[in-house]
Structure formats: C-alpha cells, structure tokens
C-alpha cells in the first residue's frame, strides 16, 4: 500500500514538472517570438533611417552645390577687397556645411558596415586659419578673445 502511494505521488510530481516545463517552454517561445519581432523592428527603423539621410542629404546638397558653384562664380569676378573677403568666407562656410552633410552620410555608412577612409591632402595652416576667422565671428558676439599659435 506504501509503495503504491508513492508511485501515486511521484506521478503527480511527474505530471507537476512537465506542467512546469511546458510552460517554461511558453515563455521562451514568447521570448523568441518577441526578440524576432525586435530585431524586424530594428531592420525597419535601420531602413527608415537610411531613407531619411538620404532624402535629407539630397535636399540639402543640392543648395549646398548651388550656393558653392555660384559663390565660386562670384569670387571669379571684379570684387573689392571687402567684398571679396565676404565671399570666401561664404565660400568656406559652405564648404564647411558641405563637409558636414558629408560627415553625416559618412555615419550612415559607419553604422550600415559600408565605410571606406579616404586618403587627403591638405593645407593645415589654411584649414586653422579658416577656423579661426570663423570663430572670431562668434566669439567677438561672446566678448571673447580667440588666437592660435603655429
């Protein structure tokens, strides 16, 4: 009789533990599941992404090239020495923002696995200078000082 209520038991235990394991089993499903969706969320917003920067891009580059095509048209002609000062300095502003859109497509490519670095040359005194004259603007509105020491 002993014997008999212990096997009685150990198959209500047994019955106990596969309850729980099936429904152990349930929630890693649900937690498959819910990380499946995850992750084509995450392609859609990657997709979602990559078409915003390369819509934005677009709408902005294309003024960008306009006012630096036209600028470099103005720069070749008569100006006074104020006048020309003015346009370079357009010029390398919109040079700079033309990096800066650059930049942000170059991010998109970082993040999709898909960037390359270029080798350039340049002129490092030129390219502090520019940075200068360009922060002077802003600090005189500051009431700050700004040099640099080559």
């Known amino acids: 009789m002993l014997s008999f209520l212990v096997i009685i038991v150990i198959i209500i235990m047994g019955f106990r533990v596969v309850r729980q394991m099936e429904a152990e089993d349930r929630r890693i499903k649900d937690l498959i599941q819910?990380?499946?969706?995850?992750?084509?969320?995450?392609?859609?917003?990657?997709?979602?992404?990559?078409?915003?920067?390369?819509?934005?891009?677009?709408?902005?580059l294309t003024p960008i090239n306009a006012v630096i095509g036209l600028i470099s048209?103005?720069?070749?002609?008569?100006?006074?020495?104020?006048?020309?000062?003015?346009?370079k300095s357009i010029k390398?502003?919109?040079?700079?923002?033309?990096?800066?859109?650059?930049?942000?497509?170059?991010?998109?490519?970082?993040?999709?696995?898909?960037?390359?670095?270029?080798?350039?040359?340049?002129?490092?005194?030129?390219?502090?200078?520019?940075?200068?004259?360009?922060?002077c603007v802003q600090a005189a509105k500051k009431h700050l000082k700004v040099g640099y020491f080559m």
């Open 34 to 60: 819910d990380l499946e969706s995850a992750r084509e969320s995450e392609r859609e917003v990657s997709k979602a992404k990559a078409n915003f920067l390369s819509t934005i891009s677009h709408e902005i």
């Open 73 to 87: 048209l103005l720069l070749n002609s008569r100006l006074n020495k104020e006048q020309h000062r003015y346009a």
């Open 92 to 135: 390398e502003s919109s040079d700079q923002l033309l990096a800066v859109v650059n930049e942000i497509q170059d991010f998109y490519k970082l993040d999709a696995g898909q960037f390359t670095l270029d080798h350039l040359d340049f002129d490092l005194q030129s390219l502090i200078e520019n940075v200068y004259e360009m922060t």
